[in-house]
Structures are given as C-alpha cells and as structure tokens.
C-alpha cells in the first residue's frame, strides 16, 4: 500500500481477519490463493502474490523511476536487495517468532537466531547509501522491501545498535505516503 501510495495509484483494500489464535487465513483469504498468504494484489485481471513480485510489477507499470536501469551498475544490487529482503532477512525474523513460541525448548536455538539477526541487521545497516536510501538516492523499490525487515529491528529494541537503520525507519515513518498507506491499512 505504501508503494501505491508513492506512485499515486488509486487501489481498493480487502481486509481479511486471521485466526487469533493459529494466525492462520481465514477460509476466505484461501478461497482466493490456497496459501492464503498477504500481500495479494489483484492488477488487471491477474491476482499477483509474493512481495517482490508485486512491487516489481506495481514499479513496472506505476513507478519505474523506482528501479534501476537494467543496464544501470546499480541494477545488481538492487536484484540482490529484492531477493535479500524475504529470502534471507525474513529467515531469522521469522525463526525468532516460531521458536520463541517454543518457550524454553527453543532456548538451545535463540543463540545462532540472535547472531543471524544481528548478521542480517547488520548488513543492511552497513549498505545503506550517505542518502539513507539502499540503491538510488531516492526511494526505490529495494526500500520498500527492506523496510520490513528495519521495522521488525526496530520492533526488538536495536535502534542503538543499528542507527543508521533506525535513521531509515524513522524517515520512512515521516513519508507522507507512508503515513496514507498506514491509515489505509488500520481501517
């Protein structure tokens, strides 16, 4: 919604209520795409799931200025920052959750979770440009992918340990269409 908001695309949302307890999609949200995962879009006519996939479809046809020239240096790294935000970031995000769900039969893990995180934090603290973007020197695709993962950072407490990615969420917080995007989002 954020990106949308960016490129001043109109778009309509469909809020969905997960099981409270499992966190599971309701049978509505797996009636449109049997994973009954979000984000889904719905963009002429097709449904498209995945994250980076719908933002590389939505910079393709509403915000190309937001990706990199193919034949760009910079191209690359945007590629590799797409596919780092949810096939590695996410991993020990998402491992730090369900284990922590384990209670104290989870404790032989948080060690190695805790280095990946820092790991992972760390690496997208070191990459971000002197303009406090990933790739280009204004918004680009590669941020609104990894603004997740900073936020889930920021969420644990690691602003001190990783100020240049607090410095990236809190700009990211002030963005008027970041703001639009989350008002959006609450009703």
């Known amino acids: 919604m954020w990106l949308l908001e960016e490129a001043g695309t109109e778009y309509t949302v469909k ?42 479809v939505i910079c393709a046809k509403h915000a ?47 060690p190695r979770i805790n280095e990946q995180l820092n790991s992972h934090f760390g690496y997208m603290n070191d990459v971000l440009r002197p303009s406090g973007h990933f790739v280009l020197d204004d918004l680009s695709a590669a941020d609104i992918m990894l603004s997740f993962p900073a936020e889930i950072a920021m969420m644990q407490g690691r602003a001190k340990d990783f100020p240049r990615l607090a410095d990236f969420v809190e700009r990211i917080h002030a963005r008027p269409a970041y703001q639009r995007a989350t008002a959006q989002g609450a009703d």
């Open 64 to 110: 190309p200025h937001m990706v990199p020239a193919r034949d760009d240096p910079a191209y690359i790294q945007h590629l590799e920052l797409m596919h780092f935000a949810e096939g590695s970031a996410m991993a020990p995000i998402l491992l730090n959750l369900y284990v922590g769900r384990l209670g104290e039969a989870g404790a032989p893990l948080h």
């Open 15 to 56: 809020h969905y209520k997960r099981d409270a307890k499992t966190n599971l999609a309701p049978p509505e949200l797996t009636a449109i795409h049997p994973l009954g995962k979000s984000p889904m879009i719905e963009m002429d006519g097709r449904l498209i799931t995945e994250s980076a996939a719908i933002v590389e």
